[in-house]
């Protein structure tokens, strides 16, 4: 059984930066598409940033530009790299994985149904 685990959230002045890490133990995800999602209290899980087996990546528009998602297949890990941080940035931070997929689907994968694995999340509070 695949396990996720993020890590790197925090707190932070605006303006900053902060990188997550996700790791996968117990399985391969050797070159799957995983990506990103971000939730807050009250509001639905929204799709932050996706990484296909082909390293083709995908941002929701509020990131473009300030955040990379990135992979290291020899270590089963993608990151995160969040510059420019911004308070509405605040939420906890989900890893999630396809367990079968290489290719990117654009109606599936920025959706939570597209994936099957989901770390257990990481805080990221950004100040003002």
């Known amino acids: 059984q695949v396990q996720l685990a993020e890590s790197g959230g925090g707190l932070v002045q605006a303006g900053t930066s902060l990188q997550l890490s996700c790791t996968a133990s117990?399985?391969?995800?050797?070159?799957?598409?995983m990506a990103w999602f971000r939730q807050v209290p009250g509001k639905e899980r929204e799709f932050v940033a996706g990484?296909?087996?082909?390293?083709?990546?995908y941002y929701v528009d509020s990131v473009k530009g300030r955040f990379t998602i990135s992979r290291d297949n020899a270590k089963n890990t993608i990151f995160l790299q969040m510059n420019s941080l911004k308070p509405e940035d605040t939420a906890i931070y989900y890893c999630?994985?396809?367990?079968?997929?290489?290719?990117?689907?654009?109606?599936?994968?920025?959706?939570?149904?597209?994936?099957?694995?989901w770390g257990q999340g990481t805080q990221v509070t950004v100040s003002s």
């Open positions: 117990g399985g391969t995800l050797f070159r799957n598409v």
């Open positions: 999630a994985a396809d367990g079968t997929r290489y290719y990117w689907r654009s109606s599936l994968h920025d959706r939570m149904d597209g994936y099957e694995y």
């Open positions: 990484i296909s087996g082909n390293d083709n990546t």
